[in-house]
């Protein structure tokens, strides 16, 4: 998949983040969730973003389960998934430690579980989700370009790299790395001024941005109060400015909201495309440093 065909692809304001599904009583329902998607499909939102280590898979398997009780939303949605990250629970050593894993074996295994899991054929954006500093760049590497070629994956990418290793990582691939996932917000704006935001976007890399609302650290104290007077101005709600603030930024980066609240989302998805003016953006920004830019 080309970067062109990944940018055009993000045609929402914001992807739905599955992290919190399994916690959720109520979507662990399979006629619920089922219906939930089918909801926010019909709302124009079909992003999805997962990953194994949520909810230590059983995200991805709850989902799956829903697409498989209702086929027709399978060819509907478009999804997002991560791997790499092993927790103490599923290390088989002794005495079992956190750790990252991206060797090709792992990948591959974990792509092929991901989709089955997930119950499509296809999964639109893969991510290694976090940096490994034993990562064999050249095996990773054949291992998604072998499932791009395979139609596994549309596209490889990346999530809370830093350049020098996404670089040594893009240096062996043949094709383009394509989404990568950093922390941004108004209340951790830091990679917009530590170079790293403009590393990626400079390789053309797509920006989606977790924890959008610094969770829910934008929405208090001087921020948050900033924030609510501002948007009662602007007539949308301090979340979707938040978002709106960093859709502004080159790149638009794309939110992956954590909430699965029908009545927020819909209210962000009506808030989120909402333009803010240059004074606007800087203003936010000052609330949120605590000072004026230089």
């Known amino acids: 998949m080309s970067i062109e065909a990944v940018q055009s692809s993000f045609d929402v304001p914001f992807a739905l983040g599955m992290m919190n599904l399994a916690e959720d009583t109520a979507l662990t329902r399979t006629e619920n969730l089922a219906n939930w998607i089918e909801a926010r499909l019909d709302e124009g939102l079909h992003w999805f973003d997962h990953a194994d280590i949520y909810g230590d898979r059983r995200c991805e398997t709850l989902f799956g389960e829903a697409l498989r009780h209702r086929p027709q939303l399978a060819g509907r949605v478009r999804v997002v998934t991560k791997t790499g990250i092993?927790?103490?629970?599923?290390?088989?050593?002794?005495p079992g430690i956190k750790h990252y894993n991206c060797t090709a074996a792992y990948v591959t295994a974990s792509i092929d579980a991901s989709l089955q899991r997930l119950g499509i054929e296809h999964i639109d954006h893969f991510l290694i989700h976090r940096p490994d500093p034993l990562m064999n760049a050249e095996e990773t590497a054949q291992a998604l370009d072998s499932a791009i070629r395979a139609g596994k994956i549309g596209s490889a990418g990346i999530s809370n790299f830093l350049p020098e290793t996404w670089r040594r990582l893009q240096a062996a691939m043949q094709h383009r790395l394509g989404a990568h996932q950093l922390q941004l917000s108004l209340s951790h704006s830091t990679?917009?001024?530590?170079?790293?935001f403009d590393a990626l976007v400079g390789d053309g890399q797509i920006p989606m941005a977790w924890s959008p609302l610094g969770g829910g650290q934008c929405l208090s104290g001087s921020l948050g109060s900033t924030l609510a007077n501002m948007a009662s101005e602007h007539g949308v709600s301090p979340a979707g400015l938040a978002l709106a603030w960093l859709r502004a930024l080159p790149g638009q980066p794309l939110p992956v909201i954590g909430s699965?609240?029908?009545?927020?989302?819909?209210?962000?998805?009506?808030?989120?495309?909402?333009?803010?003016?240059?004074?606007?953006?800087?203003?936010?920004?000052?609330?949120?440093?605590?000072?004026?830019?230089?």
């Open 191 to 196: 990679p917009l001024f530590d170079g790293l």
């Open 86 to 94: 092993i927790t103490p629970q599923r290390d088989s050593s002794t």
């Open 260 to 294: 699965l609240k029908t009545s927020r989302i819909q209210q962000l998805t009506q808030d989120a495309n909402h333009v803010i003016d240059r004074s606007s953006w800087f203003t936010l920004l000052e609330a949120a440093r605590g000072h004026e830019v230089a």
